[in-house]
């Protein structure tokens, strides 16, 4: 499923022109008209069972004169009460889910942004041409590689396994030297490939030890990060929460008509089925809210959120680093193009690499 954020720009300029054009010119349609999002499709079959329920206990209660009525009113008070005390619940833990996702991807953001900036930045480059020339390259690879983790976990976390669901991944792994295919956790084993590319600006490089300490820290982090985000993947909210939670909803649902028969009649059903499309629909948001990595409208919109993240690394890139300059001396590298193509129609995602700071697309 493609983003509904999901566009190939290719700088920050064209990405905050894109969302103004869009805003511009998609037309508002009210939340209490929309279908998507909502769970509507998915709680219909529930809502008309309500109705039916709340009609045999019509006919039956016509029959019986009211005398199954249960009407009462202090009982249904204090248990609509309680089902509104569970539905908060729901909808509280699920939110709070969602919301540390959020969080958690937005720490992916900001130390991959700092990561990029302290290794183009603060790591030397010194030495011969050739040494010149490796160092350089070295800086381009991690910082590729940071935007190659976050769609690597985007992947993981969305359970996508086989290489026809992750979209261009293993073309972007491809460009990462003896990447292990095989790997089972991605994200993990790129951690490594970072940890590789650290290391080897310690043994070749005069780097002060702050920046190896911050650049050590922050591949830290990224673990830290990923072992959050499974998590929350991996740690749903107990079964026996969505049982009893489920339960106390159809009891409330089921005799609600015998509650209202006696004041709204054969008008109870309908009242019956509003009652329940309320009841089921937050129960249901709070259902697919509980894991934030989905790709439906109310999950975290990762696509966007690593096509920004390489829009930023590539704003990193573009500022001159200390040595990255060619083997002329005549000017500055090419900047780097890390844009995430995924589901985008392109021949070589990665042949702006070739491309020169003039004509790099603003």
């Known amino acids: 499923m493609i983003s509904q954020h999901h566009h190939p720009y290719h700088s920050l300029r064209a990405w905050h022109a894109g969302q103004r054009e869009k805003r511009i010119n998609t037309r508002w349609v009210p939340y209490s008209l929309r279908l998507e999002g909502g769970g509507f499709l998915r709680i219909m079959p529930q809502i008309l069972l309500s109705g039916v329920v709340a009609a045999l206990i019509g006919i039956v209660s016509q ?44 720490k992916i953001s900001a130390v991959s942004r700092s990561f990029a900036r302290t290794l183009w930045i603060h790591a030397p480059i010194e030495g011969k041409l050739e040494d010149l020339e490796r160092l350089y390259h070295g800086k381009e690879e991690a910082i590729k590689c940071v935007h190659i983790l976050a769609v690597a ?94 339960r106390i909803v159809w009891i409330f649902v089921i005799a609600l008509p015998s509650q209202l028969w006696r004041e709204f009649q054969w008008w109870s059903i309908a009242v019956t089925m509003v009652t329940a499309y309320a009841l089921f629909a937050l129960a249901e948001v709070g259902l697919e809210i509980e894991n934030p990595w989905g790709a439906g409208p109310n999950d975290l919109d990762l696509d966007r959120y690593c096509n920004l993240l390489a829009l930023d690394l590539n704003e990193i890139v573009r500022h001159p680093c200390s040595g990255c300059y060619d083997a002329a001396g005549s000017g500055m590298k090419t900047p780097l193009s890390l844009i995430d193509v995924h589901d985008v129609d392109r021949e070589d995602p990665f042949s702006m690499f070739a491309e020169s700071e003039a004509t790099s697309m603003v």
């Open 63 to 106: 029959f019986m004169d009211d005398e199954l009525s249960l009407h009462s009113p202090i009982l249904f008070p204090i248990f609509g009460f309680v089902v509104g005390l569970a539905i908060t619940f729901r909808m509280q833990s699920s939110y709070n889910r969602w919301w540390e996702g959020r969080v958690q991807w937005d």
């Open 153 to 246: 976990l985007k992947h993981h976390l969305r359970g996508e396994r086989d290489w026809d669901e992750c979209g261009n991944l293993k073309q972007l792994l491809g460009t990462l030297p003896n990447y292990n295919f095989s790997a089972t956790n991605h994200p993990l084993t790129i951690t490594i490939h970072l940890a590789s590319y650290v290391e080897r600006y310690r043994t070749e490089t005069k780097i002060d030890t702050q920046v190896l300490t911050h650049l050590l820290t922050h591949i830290d982090m990224f673990t830290a990060i990923i072992s959050a985000c499974e998590r929350l993947l991996r740690t749903p909210i107990p079964l026996g929460y969505n049982i009893a939670i489920s």
